[in-house]
């Protein structure tokens, strides 16, 4: 390396080093950092790394902190060692008040190190983010929530309401032991709740930075598998017959493919798209205007739905997303199989959405539910005493920025919640940009101004809830 390279490698490290000390001034930032880093830098892919030890690991924060062994418990099972979890609880002062849960995941979707620029299991800064699996989906909130109950211990002053924290295993895998839905059905008293906080809502930014709008996300669509079976005698290849499994199946496919489910509104969508209409103006806002006027205006719906997101948030969506087929090169196939993905509206159910695929598919194909079945989603109401905090203290941090309620058009593990009874909302203030972050792709990130930005947010605002 010649001098000037090494001038030049030095006063990178610096800039480097200046910029991350700048992102935690404080010692509660800096101690905040060490728990994010930690927990970005274990893996917990189901089936690979261990959500175990990332629990054991906040458990032992959380008892440095003051906690005792008797407000923390882990739990796992004996099939599922690796996929545990933790709740714990910071007692309030007034017992009459129900308490409040934090609830996040710790799981993550597999990353492959040759297909990331960067280490996707250690946590990189660069250019102003953090970059790492989970730097957003979902160990920024379950880092932060941890961090919360971390900091209102050793404030030593008890909160009025008590607030639980739900530290779970499993969301980003269906077939895998889920550790919010085992909660549920098995401790409910550990997370019983007046109502839980939890990802989903979030703030988005546009390409040069600036904050757009930010969510609070009430309702969500329950994720549901199907499988379209074709099944035939089959044969050689060198005598072809129109009735082929493959050909039925395409058929099938392709009438979903063709298939728009019926729009719907909740009172959450409804006021969002009353929001964005105002905000979009020109053809799109008027065209949302004649939809919350009338769902069956197709002309409108056309429009409207030329936006992935906007065509997902107004009915439920099915899509083919696996594909398998035959047995040899030099053989008609006796077996043809397609894995339909569905996201169904709230209100709607998976035998409802299994009795139109049936339909479309054809006498000549099967069509099952994929276990597990997931509860229908329940929307939580949009209830003033969870969207006014939210927006009063989103107005402190974040000046001028509009707070919308929104419905996820994905799924979370508070289905499992709400099905017990605890409505449960996506709390804003992490912002990240249009592509969401990178989450469940490459190069996931989040600006560091962000990650801090939204600590302390969160931090009032499940003061403001707690009293």
Not at 235 to 250: C, E, K
Request: a neutral charge; hydrophobic letters at 40%; proline letters at 6%.
């Amino acid at each position: 390396m010649t001098r000037t390279m090494t001038g030049l490698a030095t006063a990178a490290i610096a800039l480097c080093t200046a910029g991350a000390a700048s992102a935690q001034q404080r010692p509660d930032e800096r101690a905040f950092f060490d728990l994010y880093k930690q927990l970005v830098e274990t893996n917990t892919v189901v089936g690979v790394g261990s959500c175990t030890q990332a629990s054991a690991q906040i458990a032992e924060r959380l008892k440095a902190a003051g906690f005792t062994a008797g407000d923390v418990t882990l739990f796992s099972t004996p099939d599922h060692p690796q996929d545990g979890g933790l709740v714990a609880e910071l007692r309030g002062s007034d017992s009459q008040a129900k308490p409040m849960l934090l609830l996040g995941h710790l799981d993550v979707v597999a990353a492959k190190r040759e297909d990331w620029v960067r280490d996707p299991f250690k946590l990189t800064e660069e250019g102003g983010y953090y970059y790492g699996r989970g730097t957003v989906d979902d160990k920024a909130m379950s880092a932060i929530w941890a961090d919360t109950m971390i900091r209102l211990k050793r404030a030593g002053q008890p909160p009025r309401r008590t607030i639980k924290l739900a530290l779970t295993c499993g969301e980003e895998t269906t077939y895998a032991f889920n550790g919010a839905q085992w909660l549920a059905a098995n401790r409910p008293d550990l997370i019983a709740a007046e109502f839980a906080l939890n990802e989903g809502g979030g703030g988005r930014l546009t390409a040069d930075g600036k904050r757009e709008l930010l969510a609070v996300q009430v309702g969500e669509k329950a994720a549901q598998n199907y499988t379209f079976l074709a099944t035939n005698p089959g044969g050689h290849s060198s005598q072809p017959v129109p009735d082929n499994a493959i050909y039925r199946l395409v058929d099938a496919v392709k009438a979903v493919q063709g298939y728009e489910f019926p729009i719907r509104f909740t009172d959450t969508t409804r006021a969002y798209f009353t929001a964005t209409a105002k905000q979009a103006g020109g053809a799109m806002g008027q065209a949302i205007t004649r939809l919350l006027a009338n769902p069956n205006d197709t002309a409108a719906d056309a429009i409207v739905s030329r936006d992935k997101a906007f065509h997902s948030t107004l009915r439920t969506t099915c899509v083919a997303t696996l594909l398998n087929a035959g047995h040899a090169e030099n053989a008609l196939p006796q077996r043809a199989t397609a894995n339909i993905n569905c996201r169904i509206f709230p209100g709607e159910t998976v035998d409802g959405t299994l009795a139109t695929l049936q339909r479309l598919a054809g006498a000549k194909v099967k069509v099952t539910a994929n276990q597990p079945v997931r509860p229908t989603a329940i929307p939580p109401t949009l209830d003033p005493k969870i969207v006014g905090p939210a927006t009063r203290v989103a107005a402190r941090y974040f000046p001028g920025t509009p707070v919308v309620p929104l419905m996820s058009t994905g799924a979370t593990d508070g289905i499992f919640f709400e099905a017990i009874g605890i409505p449960v909302y996506g709390m804003p203030g992490l912002f990240v940009e249009k592509d969401g972050g990178g989450i469940h792709g490459l190069n996931e990130r989040i600006r560091v101004k962000s990650l801090y930005e939204g600590r302390d947010y969160l931090y009032d605002l499940v003061k403001a809830y707690a009293g």
